[in-house]
Nanobody
Framework: QVQLVESGGGLVQPGGSLRLSCAAS????????MVWYRQAPGKQRESVARIGSDLSTNYADSVKGRFTISRDNAKKTVYLQMNSLKPEDTAVYYC???????WGQGTQVTVSS
């Protein structure tokens, strides 16, 4: 069973950058697509970026050009590089596999001056 642990969140000023990491357990990590999600207070969880087992990527329009998803199959880790952060990026960020498994604890990202 896949377990997920997110890290790398924090408080950053508008325009700043953060790099999130998601460490996964499980022997078939390299075969699974991975997705970063976020949930802002009072809002539904939304997908932000997806990376396939073939390294193809997709992004939500709101983060396109600012966020980059990548993966290291040897480390069973997926990353989210977030640049030019905006206050509206403030949320708890989660990762998950396709199809979904139990959610991790997420990592808080706060963009504020």
């Amino acid at each position: 069973q896949v377990q997920l642990v997110e890290s790398g969140g924090g408080l950053v000023q508008p325009g700043g950058s953060l790099r999130l990491s998601c460490a996964a357990s499980g022997s078939i990590f390299s075969l699974r697509a991975m997705v970063w999600y976020r949930q802002a207070p009072g809002k539904q969880r939304e997908s932000v970026a997806r990376i396939g087992s073939d390294l193809s990527t997709n992004y939500a329009d709101s983060v396109k050009g600012r966020f980059t998803i990548s993966r290291d199959n040897a480390k069973k880790t997926v990353y989210l590089q977030m640049n030019s952060l905006k206050p509206e990026d403030t949320a708890v960020y989660y990762c998950n596999v396709v199809p979904l498994v139990n959610w991790g604890q997420g990592t808080q990202v706060t963009v504020s001056s």
